[in-house]
Nanobody, 115 residues
Framework: QVQPVESGGGLVQAGGSLRLSCVAP????????MGWYRQAPGKQRELVAT???????NYADSAKGRFTISRDNAKNTVYLQMNSLKPDDTGVYYC?????????WGQGTQVTVSS
């Protein structure tokens, strides 16, 4: 494994919840900030949330109060709990590992929220 691997996406109705998971190689995960980004059709990739190696989270305004990012350092895994989902949350969700000046990206997982 040379990059993060996301899972947990799917189709959900508005108001529902999903939990995304991302497993990364130890050399990418340990001691580094991990993040979740998303890209909607026809739009640029945007930040959803990040979490430092010490567990300090940061959220985009669109995610505050609805999403929770967390990490399990023993499992090299970062999670994104998404509640109260809206159709605007639809997109491909990417996990990233910030190593120095570089972002290492996963392949993404599709999240579709129906109205």
């Amino acid at each position: 494994q040379v990059q993060p691997v996301e899972s947990g996406g799917g189709l959900v109705q508005a108001g529902g919840s999903l939990r995304l998971s991302c497993v990364a190689p130890g050399r990418l995960f340990s001691g580094n900030t991990m993040g979740w980004y998303r890209q909607a059709p026809g739009k640029q990739r945007e930040l959803v949330a990040t979490i430092t190696s010490g567990g300090y989270p940061n959220y985009a305004d669109s995610a505050k109060g609805r999403f929770t990012i967390s990490r399990d350092n023993a499992k090299n895994t970062v999670y994104l709990q998404m509640n109260s989902l809206k159709p605007d949350d639809t997109g491909v969700y990417y996990c990233s590992a910030l190593v120095g000046p570089f972002n290492y990206w996963g392949q993404g997982t599709q999240v579709t929220v129906s109205s």
